[in-house]
């Protein structure tokens, strides 16, 4: 065992090591046996005792080669109980000389780590499965978060979260997918579904959809952990390089988000003294590089484009309105959403005043998927309290309170309007 302890391991914490060993353990696994659901199930078990028993008695000398030995040793048993339970035996899973069984690939370092996460984010992320569905196995089966934690993330209960990575698992083995990257022909579609998960996962820890919290750091700082591995291993695609760039500029407001009450702070009011300069600084130089370099733009360099403007903006005032308007436009050509004309309506009416806003908002009234999001009724309260329309920014206020599900932001929304009903 280590002489060092367990809670700190070459500046590492031990939570950080399990989940940077977890998939190259399952790759592992994977590229001997294959079964992804029982090997990524052997994998969470060692994961389990490692936590449990190397607090008490430190950490081995080879971290990786315990987590593999024990992940293995579970797997067999798990494949030879299968096997006894069916009467029927697979020669080639269950016929390991126990040489093997005890410690393989213990004395080893990991091969092709990196290229292993790649593999399995792919899998994670095969499009038979639903987009939460890719999310919770990334998480897991990438991340290395239990099912408690990702339960925890996403506010349902750990058995609900269970069965659903169950019926992942399942569908990814009825779908014959195996560990490996996708063909060649198919690489580009992939590649876009787990960019997208890494996206969502993100959001999701930026701003979180339900609950008590505003921000969920510990999602956030998995998915910019995870793009990162993705850009390292491609550093040529500008896509990767402009979800990167997103995430480093979005996460530089981190501490200027909330009031130490955990009350939102909109972007406007900022302090902007708070924001992490090292990380707008790495942002800027990616996406600068990257779109002077671009062959294809794509919509997460165009919102990191976006993102950039507003960041290296020192002051509120020091914005550049119409180059963001300029930005939005390109952005819903590109990839249009209403989420993105509802970005742009703000963007029009710091160019052209509020009126110009709310025409653009009033178009998206009539769409069935934003008659009901509280985003919405915010932003259109915010351009008519612009406007001095004091009255129907209250009432705007108050719808899109009630269709808010996070707590934070439905303590902003009262407070708006609370603010307007006493002025």
């Keep these: 065992m280590s002489d060092e302890p367990a809670e700190e391991l070459a500046g590492e914490s031990l ?9 190259q353990v399952l790759g592992a696994l994977m590229r001997r046996y294959g079964q992804f659901d029982t090997a990524e199930d052997a994998v969470q078990e060692a994961l389990l005792a490692a936590a449990t028993q190397w607090p008490a008695e430190g950490v081995p000398d080879n971290p990786y080669g315990w987590l593999l030995t024990a992940a293995t040793r579970r797997f067999i048993d798990w ?9 029927r035996e697979d020669a ?6 126990p040489s093997e069984l005890v410690a393989p690939g213990a004395d080893e370092e990991p091969a092709g780590e990196h290229d292993d996460s790649l593999k399995l984010l792919f899998l994670c992320c095969h499009p038979s ?15 290395g978060l239990t099912t408690a934690e990702i339960a925890h993330a996403f506010f349902v209960p750990e058995a609900t979260m269970a069965q659903r990575i169950s019926r992942a698992k ?4 009825k779908a014959g997918a195996t560990f490996g990257l996708p063909p060649a022909g198919e690489r580009a579609e992939r590649l876009k579904a787990v960019l997208h998960v890494l996206y969502l996962m993100f959001n999701e820890g930026y701003t979180v959809t339900a609950g008590p919290d505003l921000q969920r750091d510990d999602l956030t700082a998995d998915a910019l952990r995870l793009v990162r591995l993705v850009h390292r291993l491609l550093p040529d695609d500008g896509e990767v390089a402009g979800l990167l760039a997103l995430m480093l500029l979005t996460e530089a407001r981190h501490d200027a988000r909330a ?23 790495e942002g800027v130089a990616l996406i600068s590089a990257t779109l002077a370099g671009t062959r294809e733009l794509g919509p997460y360099q165009i919102q990191a484009a976006i993102a950039a403007v507003h960041d290296e903006a020192g002051r509120v005032e020091d914005t550049d309105w119409p180059q963001i308007l300029a930005l939005y436009g390109l952005l819903e050509r590109v ?15 710091m160019v052209s005043g509020p009126g110009a806003g709310l025409a653009a908002v009033g178009e998206l009234e009539s769409d069935d998927r934003m008659a009901r999001h509280h985003r919405l009724h915010a932003v259109r309260a915010h351009l008519l309290e612009m406007a001095g329309r004091r009255e129907d920014a209250l009432d705007s206020y108050r719808t899109a309170s009630r269709y808010a599900t996070s707590v934070p932001e439905k303590r902003y929304l009262d407070n708006q309007a609370a603010k307007l009903a006493n002025a």
Excluded at 92 to 97: E, I, K, L, R, Y
Excluded at 170 to 173: A, G, P
């Design 335 to 349: 990839a249009p959403s209403p989420m993105v004309t509802l970005a742009k309506a703000v963007a029009e009416a």
């Design 170 to 173: 399942q569908s990814i083995r």
């Design 79 to 87: 494949v030879r109980s299968d096997a006894a339970r069916r009467r």
């Design 15 to 23: 939570e950080d090591l399990l989940r940077r060993l977890a998939p």
């Design 92 to 97: 080639d899973m269950v016929a390991v000389p």
């Design 259 to 281: 009031n130490d009450d955990g009350s939102l702070v909109p972007l406007a009011e900022q302090d902007r003294g708070r924001w992490d300069r090292g990380l707008i600084a």
């Design 129 to 143: 499965l639903s987009p939460p569905s890719q999310i919770a196995l990334t998480l897991r089966a990438v991340g």
